[in-house]
């Protein structure tokens, strides 16, 4: 099957593919049914995640646009020398800009995101932007060990905006910070944005917006399925549900069913009764002090942080330690 087109993507979304097929089996398995966060983001997907990335009610988005460049400024005082950026979940590309802008050293960037056409885009455009910056994007789970096509360079600095680190448990968060220990190396840094504790009010208008973008990403996984796997879920037939579970401190988001039903997801049938739901997605809040304490725990000690207005939102420049 690799034939035609061994130099270019598909080879990558093949592996995925199968993956993607049995963990949606899997988790439709669960007495709790659920799908794992990552498998939003089809091309249509991460086109709804930008579109939430724009609505007002979303503030971990421009709040931590609003912070990079003071970031940016204090990093270029610490990063001299030639240095490389290896970006975790790089989506659109947005964030580094303030980074490779304020920091005349970076030689390198290596984005890494699973949306693979929305990101070679994104990559066409930052490399005209940036021509002295060599970009070499990876197309693939980051969670995954990957190998990097990294030149050696003085500084190693992973980067991990978005609270991205939200849609994992601690314990995986935890697991996920000792990985990029590895990958980054024994003098590497990574500077990383986790969305605060604040407000439920707060928290559940950023998540159900009033233009119901938030519900259209949601429900587009149901979409992303059928077409993929051959399934026959009505998206229509499942209501977005979000909201803040305190005690667990994170936003969980689900998708209701309204109606009972038995759905087909290729050849096996899957019985929803109403009001049953599948779980989508985490979105965990750290306090600083919770964050800096998981983080000590995963090998890496924070150097410096900053808070943004009204402490909505915090990024942490982290080293190995
Ligand atoms: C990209 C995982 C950080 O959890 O806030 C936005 C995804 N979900 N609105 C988040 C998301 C619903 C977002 N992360």
């Not at 034939?3 to 097929?21: G, K, N």
């Not at 504790?197 to 259209?216: C, E, F, M």
């Not at 009972?260 to 109403?274: K, M, R």
Request: with cysteine; glycine share 6%.
């Amino acid at each position: 099957p690799l034939t035609a087109t061994e130099h270019s993507l598909p080879v990558f979304d093949y592996l995925v593919d199968r993956d993607f097929a049995s963990d949606v089996l899997a988790g439709l398995s669960q007495q709790q049914k659920q799908l794992q966060p990552k498998y939003f983001y089809d091309q249509q997907g991460s086109r709804y995640f930008d579109q939430i990335c724009a609505l007002k009610e979303y503030y971990p988005y421009q709040t931590e646009l609003a912070l990079l460049p003071k970031v940016a400024q204090d990093l270029a005082q610490r990063f001299t020398g030639d240095s490389l950026i290896v970006e975790f979940g790089a989506g659109s590309l947005v964030k580094v800009k303030p980074l490779l802008q304020a920091l005349p050293g970076i030689r390198q960037f290596v984005p890494i995101d699973i949306s693979g056409e929305h990101l070679a885009l994104a990559c066409q455009q930052l490399q005209r932007d940036f021509p002295a910056v060599a970009v070499s994007p990876v197309v693939g789970d980051f969670c995954t060990t990957l190998t990097l096509p990294v030149m050696p360079l003085q500084h190693c600095i992973g980067f991990f905006p978005g609270s991205t680190i939200g849609n994992f448990t601690p314990a995986q968060a935890r697991q996920f910070l000792c990985n990029a220990r590895q990958t980054l190396g024994p003098d590497g840094w990574l500077l990383i944005g986790v969305d605060t504790k604040k407000s439920p009010v707060y928290l559940h208008q950023a998540y159900n917006d009033a233009a119901g973008i938030t519900a259209r990403f949601n429900r587009n996984i149901l979409t992303r399925i059928n077409r993929e796997l051959d399934a026959a879920f009505r998206p229509e037939t499942f209501e977005h549900y979000a909201f803040y579970n305190a005690g667990q401190s994170r936003v969980e988001m689900h998708l209701v069913s309204t109606e009972e039903q038995v759905v087909d997801v290729f050849g096996t049938a899957v019985a929803f009764s109403v009001g049953e739901s599948i779980h989508t997605e985490n979105s965990y809040k750290y306090s600083p002090d919770e964050f800096m304490q998981l983080a000590a725990t995963a090998g890496w000690h924070t150097e410096q942080h900053w808070l943004a207005d009204k402490k909505l939102f915090a990024t942490y420049l982290l080293r190995s330690s």
